[in-house]
């Protein structure tokens, strides 16, 4: 059976069982098929880990109120308010650290555009020929794409996250319910295809040119100092003594 063969069959048995929210229900499996896909799995192998989509269909019919069943969901639903605080803190450190890298880009991208504009605020920036200055400006520019990439990735990851976190919820309070689960959600990031490449492409690029302008901008301060410790002949240290 193929992607379009079990979409068609799922959505025609919940139209036929009535069954709520079936277009939904339709685009969650036809997203299931988009991510497997990508990750190289085939539509028959999608198809046969899935199942049967009749019965698939049939187990979203309302079951009988059980009042075993009924303790259980409430039970299932109380252990996830009690783990609500640790999932939230969870989720807040990964939060903060997603501003935190988004500070180290930003930095890095304004350390670029000061070594190339030639400004040091309050001597902040450690004195050095222009020409290095805007070298090392490149490689700092470089460094600031590949973590507003990674940022990009990592907050991806988080999203991703949340909706697996709720998605692991909503398919166990249904699984002791009685009802028929979702899809699961992978935890690693699904962007588009597009989007995929452009990123992949920036990040490789921006790495290279960030090691290549760093390794040239050491170069170039070695040479034009004639020693090895370039730093000790532009006095770096002997600026942060006297301060």
Known sequence: MTKNEFLSTLAAELKRRTIADTDEIVSEY?????????????????VAKLGDPVLIAAQFEPADSDPDKLRTKWMVRGAF???????????????????????????????????????????????????NGAVFG????????????????????????????????????????????LPYLAVHPQLGGKINRRLRLAALLSFA?????????IIVAVLSTGTIEFWHAWNWFAMVMVR
């Open 30 to 46: 036809e997203q299931h098929f988009t991510f497997k896909m990508a990750d190289g799995y085939s539509e028959e192998e999608i």
């Open 138 to 181: 490149i490689a700092a520019a470089a460094l600031a794409v590949l973590l507003a990439v990674g940022c990009v990735y990592y907050v991806a990851f988080i999203r991703q996250l949340a909706r697996a976190y709720g998605r692991l919820r909503h398919n166990l309070i249904a699984s002791v319910s009685g009802t028929a689960p």
């Open 81 to 131: 308010v009690v783990a609500a605080v640790p999932v939230a803190l969870f989720f807040l450190m990964l939060i903060v650290t997603a501003v935190t890298l988004m500070a180290f880009a930003m930095s890095f991208g304004a350390l670029a555009v000061i070594l190339f504009a030639d400004i040091n605020v309050y001597s902040l920036i450690p004195p050095m020929p222009y020409w």
């Open 209 to 217: 040119l960030c090691a290549i302008s760093m390794l040239l901008g």
